[in-house]
């Protein structure tokens, strides 16, 4: 009986180093905290591998690098990116957009710092969303979209579907819009994906003559009599 509930032990061993092997990790695919970046306005120049602006309106009061801003938002450190009303009569409708990226998985997880300070009535407001660069539409709904005080992060998860596929690329898009507003503040975007090694499920169910794993055989390991 010692050498057989050996074997039972060593079997059971084997499986677990198996599918340890099997974890679920995350994947970055967009990363930007703007550290690298020189201070100034961002251009407006349109790129794939950079962040850039388009400028709707207001072409003095726009998107910029920033190391101090009035509107910090909690965890904007080093460099971020921000825009501020200085005085003009024109309103600011203005869209920072991330460089590309293209996801593997149909499933991602975005997260990012902000702020948006509200002062004057009016349609004033922040919102950032994901958008299809390839056929230059937004994906599903809004992100945040605030027209009240707000100094906080977000993180959330984006389900890719119908014509947004992975064969796609794809950018976030953090859009302000003020007349005689305050103004806004963001940092620290990070987009991953879930990216699964093994080459299979992580379900397992051993004993019950089925499995989801691509590690362990279907048949269970101690359906049989010792």
């Known amino acids: 009986m010692g050498l057989i509930n050996n074997i039972k032990i060593l079997m059971l061993t084997l499986v677990i180093l198996l599918l340890t092997t099997n974890v679920i990790s995350q994947t970055t695919i967009l990363s930007e905290d703007f550290s690298s970046i020189n201070t100034g306005f961002v251009t407006t120049s349109y790129s794939t591998t950079s962040n850039y602006q388009i400028v709707n309106n207001c072409n003095s009061e726009t998107w910029e690098i920033v190391t101090t801003h009035q509107e910090d938002c909690n965890s904007c450190n080093g460099r971020y990116v921000g825009i501020y009303y200085y005085g003009s009569s024109c309103t600011q409708d203005n869209v920072f957009v991330t460089k590309q990226f293209s996801p593997t998985q149909t499933t991602i997880t975005v997260s990012f710092d902000y702020a948006f300070n509200y002062y004057y009535s009016g349609t004033n407001y922040f919102e950032v969303y994901l958008y299809n660069e390839t056929d230059n539409i937004q994906v599903g709904s809004d992100l945040v979209y ?19 596929s992975t064969s796609d690329n794809y950018t976030l898009r953090f859009h302000y819009y003020g007349k005689d507003d305050w103004g806004a503040t963001f940092d620290n975007i990070l987009v991953t994906e879930t990216a699964s090694g093994g080459g299979g499920n992580t379900e397992v169910s051993i004993g019950s003559g089925t499995s989801e794993s691509g590690l362990v055989p279907s048949y269970g390991l101690f359906e049989y009599s010792w």
């Not at 605030?146 to 947004?164: A, C, K, M």
Request: aromatic content about 6%; proline content about 0%.
């Open 146 to 164: 605030h027209t009240s005080d707000q100094n906080t992060s977000y993180s959330g998860s984006v389900s890719l579907s119908g014509n947004n």
